[in-house]
């Protein structure tokens, strides 16, 4: 438990050693799940809970501050790793009410079968007294789930984005002191959680941008104390231009698509294009869907299983799909035995992709100089087509 401004106390549990989130998303550095508690002079907001699997840490940092009476329980989100606790909390300290908008409060009779009359709806910028402290809720939808809102503490100019500007990252430090560590966590999480809702993203900047915030004090990872910092990087990474980069993901089974990957990452290397070169049999997926955040050109190596895509490039493309990611360009490279349409089915599986294909490249068998030929040329035209965008220095 940490004190983050007079009267405002970080309650929530540090999980160091969580390595998977949904069962999907790698968290190498664990996370926590902040909770935030407001003592004003007449009532006590507790903002968000923990994962249910760290309520005693809540719970025991409740009493050692000897909170003995919470008015409010702000939910922020129906998320189990932000509400699950609400139920424990509710049952220690009853006269409590959960204050949410009324989706987010349905989401919770629905995922933790709160009863509906333990609740208090507020609108968009509705204001709750607590005395001297005032909350202001903001809705901030689809940061990443509809129901989503923040709070702005009026007087100390604080504002509660839940997940927004959140980072998968435990540590003691309460603050964003260490900020290469800090943005690279952040930009994870944008990347995993946020990238497929730039738009209203954008649209949340905007509206947040009428605030006056000093500190961010979001629900994953550490506070900002320097809010712009936080702040330009996600204007940067929703809006900023793609960079002179090919993500080059690939599977090799017997080394014919691993030699034309090498050839071809040299290839644009030559070029002055950056590469990001990613083998999905053992690569961290997170770190491949950062490199996704920035990239023009994102090209699939595959060799053909029986007559389709190596299931794991299937599954990076899937998950690429689903990111939605600004890239602008796409191909493949790979090879085959004896047929199939390796290359279709991945053309068909990054359908949500606003990109342009280039010609991919398909060898039959171990690659030979025709093939190493139009490797070449393939990245010749990723650097035309990155020059049209004026990216290349
Ligand atoms: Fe951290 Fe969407 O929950």
């Known amino acids: ?61 409740l009493v050692r501050l000897g909170v003995n009476r919470i008015d409010y329980i702000i939910a922020h989100h129906a998320e189990q790793d932000h509400s699950g ?105 944008y990347a995993e959680i946020m990238m497929p809702f730039r738009a209203q993203i954008r649209k949340n900047l905007e509206k947040i941008s009428e605030l006056q915030i000093e500190i961010i004090a979001p629900s994953h990872g550490p506070v900002y104390g320097e809010p712009e910092f936080i702040i330009d990087a996600y204007r940067d990474w929703v809006d900023g231009p793609v960079k002179n980069e090919v993500v080059l993901a690939f599977i090799s089974m017997h080394g014919s698509t691993r030699k034309m990957v090498e050839h071809f990452a040299g290839s644009l290397i030559d070029r002055g294009i950056t590469v990001r070169q990613f083998n999905l049999s053992v690569t961290d997926i997170g770190k491949l ?5 920035d990239a023009a050109t994102i090209v699939l190596g595959c060799p053909t299983v029986l007559t389709g895509a190596h299931p794991k490039v299937a599954y990076a493309c899937v998950l690429a799909n689903a990111l939605r990611p600004k890239t602008k360009f796409a191909s493949i490279i790979g090879s085959y035995g004896w047929g199939g349409k390796m290359a279709e089915q991945i053309k068909g599986l990054i359908g949500n992709l606003k990109v342009e294909f280039l010609e991919p490249v398909i060898a039959k068998g171990y690659p030979k100089e025709d093939d190493f030929t139009a490797l070449d040329k393939l990245a010749e035209n990723i650097l035309a087509k990155h020059r049209e965008l004026q990216i290349v220095n």
């Open 1 to 61: 438990m940490q004190q983050l401004k007079q009267n405002i106390y970080q309650v929530g549990a540090i999980d160091w050693d969580r390595r998977l989130f949904d069962e999907l998303i790698p968290l190498p550095d664990g996370t926590s799940y902040n909770a935030y508690l407001i003592k004003g002079s007449e009532k006590t907001a507790l903002l968000d809970t923990v994962d249910p699997t760290k309520t005693e840490v809540l719970i025991d940092n």
């Open 289 to 293: 869907a950062i490199s996704l955040v």
């Open 85 to 189: 606790s609400i139920p424990d909390i509710l049952a220690l300290y009853p006269d409590a009410k959960v204050v949410t908008n009324t989706k987010c409060k349905n989401m919770l009779i629905d995922l933790l079968g709160i009863s509906s009359d333990k609740f208090i709806t507020v609108e968009d910028n509705q204001k709750l007294s607590l005395g001297d402290k005032t909350l202001q809720f903001v809705y901030i939808p689809w940061v990443h789930w509809p129901e989503t809102i923040g709070t702005y503490l009026q007087e100390d100019k604080v504002f509660f984005p839940c997940d927004f500007f959140g980072s998968h990252l435990a540590t003691s430090s309460l603050f964003a002191d260490d900020k290469c560590v800090v943005y690279e966590s952040a930009k994870r999480y």
